[in-house]
């Protein structure tokens, strides 16, 4: 079998301010998978995402992508911390922490400048991804006045436009009505047919059902407490109401029990 694209084992972590956040915990993703991370509130799926994508590091346990262990000491090479981000895209929950030029624009031209390429390879591929999420409309804009759907597919052009192996996304569709939504989900579909893998954290199950053929299931403790098939953990109701991802009660209207079911937010 192939060796994972990531692996972590027995991983640890915790922010300096506060409590460990996850104790021991070991997965493997391999590449061309897409993999969704559901949890409640508060489960950890940001802090699972941001270890991922080398943007925090374990305190115990180990974390490698492409067989190399990944450490804070590792990422201070600028060059290697440069390639990592580049194969392994990251698209925020919120868009605004992400944008930061005046322009569009310039804020998809700004990773490729950075990588070093010629201006006009950068001209090119600015245009092919404006072309490719068809948002040729908003090349003037300025990024912070954008609604949050045009804002979301702006940070997701930043992204692309690196042409990562890996996307990485935080609550893609929190915000998003559902055209954006929709077509977030084909385009990340898309991707991962053409061979990208795609790693969505949510706690929409609906989403999970269109976007994951695994998913990863966080407690409101921060353990991985389930790790399968996308279609079975859905219909472990047990299992999600466990985890706070649905809510259920019964109760009588004259002879008939209701159960009522929510998704939480
Ligand atoms: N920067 C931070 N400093 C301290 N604690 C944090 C920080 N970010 C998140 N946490 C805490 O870590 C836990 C997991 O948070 P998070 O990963 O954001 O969960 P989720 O994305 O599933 O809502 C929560 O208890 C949260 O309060
Ligand atoms: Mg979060």
């Not at 700004?110 to 390879?121: C, D, R, T």
């Not at 912070?144 to 996307?167: I, T």
């Not at 999600?240 to 004259?254: F, K, P, R, S």
């Amino acid at each position: 079998m192939d060796t994972p694209l990531f692996s972590l084992d027995k991983v640890s972590f915790g922010y300096a301010s506060g409590e460990p956040i996850f104790r021991d915990i070991s997965l493997e993703i391999r590449a061309g998978e897409k993999v969704c991370l559901l949890g409640a509130n508060g489960s950890g799926k940001s802090t699972l995402l941001k270890i991922l994508c080398a943007l925090i590091f374990p305190v115990h346990g180990r974390f490698e992508a492409y067989k190399q262990e990944i450490t804070e000491n590792r990422m201070e090479d600028d060059h290697v911390a440069k390639e990592y981000h580049r194969r392994v895209g990251f698209i925020f929950q919120n868009s605004d922490v992400q944008l930061f030029t005046t322009r569009v624009w310039d804020e998809i031209a700004y990773g490729p400048l950075q990588m070093g390429l010629s201006p006009q390879e950068v001209h090119q591929r600015v245009e092919d991804v404006l072309d490719m999420l068809n948002i040729q409309n908003l090349r003037e804009r300025s990024p912070h006045r954008l609604s949050g759907g045009e804002k979301k597919k702006v940070a997701v052009a930043s992204v692309l436009v690196l042409n990562p192996e890996v996307l990485i996304l935080d609550e893609p569709t929190s915000g998003l009505d559902p055209k954006t939504e929709r077509w977030l989900t084909d385009l990340l579909l898309e991707l991962n047919r053409k061979g990208r893998t795609i790693i969505v954290s949510t706690h929409n199950l609906e989403l999970a059902h269109v976007i994951s053929t695994r998913s990863l299931v966080l407690s409101e403790s921060h353990e991985l407490v389930c790790d399968g098939c996308t279609r079975d953990i859905l219909e472990n109701r047990e299992l999600l109401m466990a985890v706070n991802l649905i809510d259920e009660y019964c109760h009588v209207h004259g002879e008939s029990e209701h159960t009522h079911r929510y998704t939480h937010g």
